[in-house]
């Protein structure tokens, strides 16, 4: 089992910056990928970034290019999210996802941890 522990939202002003983290524990060492999501209420949970741990490549959604970075330490167990240059619609509750195989669905969510943007 891995356990996921996300912190670092809050209210910001459009244009600011925020990091999230999220720490993983239980058994981390079987972690090959993780991940941020995000949800806004009445709509399908959209994914943000993924990080593999291996190789440490990087993808982004549309969306997050040039303005998201992920990263991890794989020494502390933990993945970043810096959000730079922030909008209104980035408003929604992130997630923080982790999975044991390469490919495939993310078996581990953490709880959310709100973002709000203000125009």
Not at 32 to 58: C, H, I, L, Q
Not at 60 to 75: E, L, V, W
Not at 89 to 112: I, K
Request: hydrophobic share 30%.
């Amino acid at each position: 089992q891995v356990q996921l522990v996300e912190s670092g939202g809050g209210l910001v002003q459009a244009g600011d910056s925020l990091r999230l983290s999220c720490v993983a524990s239980g058994h981390p060492s079987n972690i090959r990928s993780m991940g941020w999501f995000r949800r806004v209420p009445g709509k399908d949970r959209e994914f943000v970034a993924t990080m593999y741990w291996s190789s440490s490549n990087t993808y982004y959604s549309d969306s997050a290019k040039g303005r998201f970075t992920i990263s991890g330490d794989n020494a502390k167990n933990t993945v970043y999210l810096q959000m730079n240059s922030l909008k209104p619609e980035d408003t929604a509750v992130y997630y923080c996802a982790a999975r044991t195989q390469t490919m495939g669905s993310y078996n581990y969510w953490g709880q959310g941890t709100q973002v709000t943007v203000s125009s």
